[in-house]
């Protein structure tokens, strides 16, 4: 007898049962808080909004097989209940709780007999997460220049070099948030067009193209700040309409659609920035709210913000913020009363660092963007109208100040875009 055989697990009637390679899967994604399952599947589970309960079949036969993914490496927040619905599991009876809560698990169980029931072949979970490739060209965009909103952009090459202005499309307002999305895109959203706050947004095309207007979804607001995180999404939080200072966050999908608000946590504030940092994760910090503030917020790899983590260095306000270095960020420039330059390094834990005086002219309303791979770029800002950049390299060092390209205004917002340089 020659070749490889795949499909060795016996029945208790002799049929060969397949193994996990030659599984039927179950091509819609499970998304329920319940699922019934059959033996000889595979299941693809989605825990992003809640925890799913899984029924096993009441009945199986000796080498049934069944397999569970977690679909969003999420189960470390929404976990999986396996109801073993009268069969015995791993020698326990189905009264016995069987939960799996590690993000990226696979669950791989087969059925032996009645006195062990369902066994796991494997509960293995993937430790090691995709990791997008680097962005390498950054856009700003839109902005104030006096009292006139705009819509221009400018985009970033690989090297850092600020491009002329691009007439603008969508509406021209200020104090808007950006952010990547979808690998090598990205996003412009809310804001304040100069008669009302808004929630429009408008996604920007791998090649640094800005797409018309998407009718917003969620509170309209300015200073709603965004960052990448996950694989592929992105979010915006915090923000204010007018009296009113906001907690909440809009998750955007990997294709740039911007979700319903999601209940905020932490101190509700404006004039705070985010970035990504480590595998998937983002952070919020500093801002303003009755005062000056330099607490931070970290955002999960699954898109939850965490609670108020007590602040290192200046609290300020309108600063910006950047991934630099592959898995770090930077907190850069703001206003205490008086416009500083100083920043804050974040390691690639969420780790906020004591101020390091600061490099270039002091300012704030300004932008931020990873461009090259690994490098930011801070650019525009309030102190006169100003149009300078200051670069910084993959080690976190700010760079003095390179005469700006593009008209001088405020009140801007940036993101990296393109895989390609």
Known sequence: MSGQITSNVFRGSGVIAATAGGLSWDTAVVTGSTVTVSAGNGYFINTTSNTCTITLPSSAEVGDQIVFIDYLRTWGTNKIIIDSNGLNYQGDPDTYT???NTDGETVNIVYADATKGWIPLNDDDVTDVPVAPPTQKALFGFGIISSTRTAATNLVNSSGVVATDTSGVGTARTELGAAGYGTDKAIFAFGHDGSAYT???NLVSNSGVVATDTSGVGTVRTSAEGARYGVGLAIFAYGQNGGTVYNISNLVSNVGVVATDTAGVGTARLAANA????????????????????MSNLVSFTGVVAA???????????????????????????????????SNLVSNTGVVATDVSGVGTARGRLAGAKYGGDKAIFAYGEGSELSMSNLVNNSGVVAADVTGVGTARHGVAAAGYSISA
Request: no cysteine; hydrophobic share 35%.
């Open 199 to 201: 929630n429009v947004s």
């Open 98 to 100: 069987v939960e799996y």
């Open 308 to 342: 108020d983590v007590t602040g290192v260095g200046t609290a300020r306000r309108e600063l910006s913020a950047a991934e630099y270095g592959g898995d770090k960020a930077i907190f850069a420039y703001g206003n205490t009363g008086s416009k500083v330059s100083m």
């Open 275 to 294: 970035a990504s940092y480590g595998v998937g994760l983002a952070i919020y910090a500093y801002g303003y709210a009755s005062g000056d503030l330099s």
